[in-house]
């Protein structure tokens, strides 16, 4: 009885200053889907994670420092709800997602530590949202992009500037490397990037720059996105480019996305197609999606979609994925 006594004070001890600290938020995201079809002549058919949105859970939070300054920080980290492990990203660790600490004020924010570059955020300009069976999602990774909605646009060891000036967001960050790219097995070097986004309305427009050093050639690429609410449909695109993609000499990319939102039934229906043009080869795949979302509430989302990858090599077959999922924001 005593040892229960001293374990319930010990624990009353750690949680009192969380407890204590009321501007500290707890948040996250409970995804999973059932999967099934074939991906190079493989049968798929499981239960996954991160459909919509990759599960993970986090905490942010922020102080008054006085005279409209704050500090800031946030910790996140994903993890796979099918099975409970961490990940997936490059290097999984705690808050593999993000983890940083800054000051905020009138200027903006400046922050430092593991964070998405400017190229993480192309949502607005993808109408499969970068989800898991997004077209643009699926072929900029797959090309070694570092401009896309997944872990190549997590950095390591980075200082980040943040502001908003009416319609207008811009980022920058520099990075000092040293993140093992997956692709390629390689360690880039220093790498910085940029971004200009405006939205207002029924508009948004944004530009993005990166670019990642390696021994031999810098990895540079670009971004031009843009999409438009009609009200009866809203339709999104964006075309990138990349050149000397992991280090390489004349590796070069361009990949274009468009398609369109259709509110239909209280939901929406989401279409989109991607080709990825890699220079030098004969190898175009593209990617086309279908999908469905139905949102039940502020929070918890329902989805069902189709996705088709084709390669365009005799080497690899095509995938062809069907999903049906929820989603649900905490």
Request: hydrophobic fraction near 40%; charge should be negative; avoid cysteine.
């Given at each position: 009885?005593?040892?229960?006594?001293?374990a319930l004070a010990v624990a009353g001890l750690v949680a009192a200053p969380a407890?204590?600290?009321?501007?500290?938020?707890i948040y996250g995201v409970a995804d999973?889907?059932?999967?099934?079809g074939s991906d190079d002549n493989n049968d798929i058919s499981a239960i996954n994670s991160g459909g919509l949105a990759g599960s993970r859970i986090g905490f942010k939070g922020s102080e008054d420092l006085g005279n409209g300054l704050k500090a800031v920080f946030t910790l996140e980290q994903g993890y796979a709800i099918d099975t409970g492990k961490a990940g997936p990203s490059v290097g999984d660790s705690v808050f593999s997602r993000q983890a940083w600490v800054g000051l905020q004020g009138s200027f903006g924010t400046v922050s430092l530590g593991r964070q998405y570059a400017p190229g993480?955020?192309?949502?607005?300009?993808?109408?499969l949202l970068s989800s898991a069976i997004s077209p643009q999602s699926t072929l900029s990774v797959l090309n070694g992009m570092t401009i896309t909605p997944n872990s190549p646009a997590r950095w390591d060891n980075s200082v980040k500037y943040t502001g908003s000036f009416d319609a207008v967001n811009v980022q920058a960050i520099y990075s000092m490397g040293?993140?093992?790219v997956a692709a390629?097995?390689?360690s880039d070097d220093d790498k910085y990037g940029l971004s200009a986004a405006y939205a207002n309305g029924p508009v948004s427009v944004g530009v993005i720059y990166h670019n990642v050093g390696y021994a031999s050639k810098d990895q540079s690429e670009w971004l031009i996105g843009a999409s438009y609410d009609f009200g009866m449909a809203k339709v999104a695109g964006s075309?990138?480019?990349a050149s000397n993609i992991g280090g390489i000499a004349n590796a070069d990319s361009k990949l274009w996305n468009l398609g369109v939102i259709v509110p239909v039934g209280g939901g929406n229906v989401h279409l989109a197609y991607a080709k990825l043009d890699e220079d030098g080869t004969s190898v175009d795949p593209f990617s086309y999606t279908l999908a469905y979302t139905y949102p039940f509430s502020k929070r918890t989302t329902a989805y069902a979609g189709y996705q088709k990858l084709d390669y365009d090599t005799a080497t690899k077959d095509d995938m062809d994925l069907f999903v049906v999922g929820v989603n649900h924001k905490f």
């Amino acid at each position: 009885m005593q040892k229960k006594l001293i374990a319930l004070a010990v624990a009353g001890l750690v949680a009192a200053p969380a407890m204590a600290q009321s501007n500290v938020t707890i948040y996250g995201v409970a995804d999973a889907y059932f999967g099934f079809g074939s991906d190079d002549n493989n049968d798929i058919s499981a239960i996954n994670s991160g459909g919509l949105a990759g599960s993970r859970i986090g905490f942010k939070g922020s102080e008054d420092l006085g005279n409209g300054l704050k500090a800031v920080f946030t910790l996140e980290q994903g993890y796979a709800i099918d099975t409970g492990k961490a990940g997936p990203s490059v290097g999984d660790s705690v808050f593999s997602r993000q983890a940083w600490v800054g000051l905020q004020g009138s200027f903006g924010t400046v922050s430092l530590g593991r964070q998405y570059a400017p190229g993480y955020f192309v949502a607005d300009y993808d109408a499969l949202l970068s989800s898991a069976i997004s077209p643009q999602s699926t072929l900029s990774v797959l090309n070694g992009m570092t401009i896309t909605p997944n872990s190549p646009a997590r950095w390591d060891n980075s200082v980040k500037y943040t502001g908003s000036f009416d319609a207008v967001n811009v980022q920058a960050i520099y990075s000092m490397g040293t993140t093992e790219v997956a692709a390629s097995g390689v360690s880039d070097d220093d790498k910085y990037g940029l971004s200009a986004a405006y939205a207002n309305g029924p508009v948004s427009v944004g530009v993005i720059y990166h670019n990642v050093g390696y021994a031999s050639k810098d990895q540079s690429e670009w971004l031009i996105g843009a999409s438009y609410d009609f009200g009866m449909a809203k339709v999104a695109g964006s075309y990138q480019a990349a050149s000397n993609i992991g280090g390489i000499a004349n590796a070069d990319s361009k990949l274009w996305n468009l398609g369109v939102i259709v509110p239909v039934g209280g939901g929406n229906v989401h279409l989109a197609y991607a080709k990825l043009d890699e220079d030098g080869t004969s190898v175009d795949p593209f990617s086309y999606t279908l999908a469905y979302t139905y949102p039940f509430s502020k929070r918890t989302t329902a989805y069902a979609g189709y996705q088709k990858l084709d390669y365009d090599t005799a080497t690899k077959d095509d995938m062809d994925l069907f999903v049906v999922g929820v989603n649900h924001k905490f």
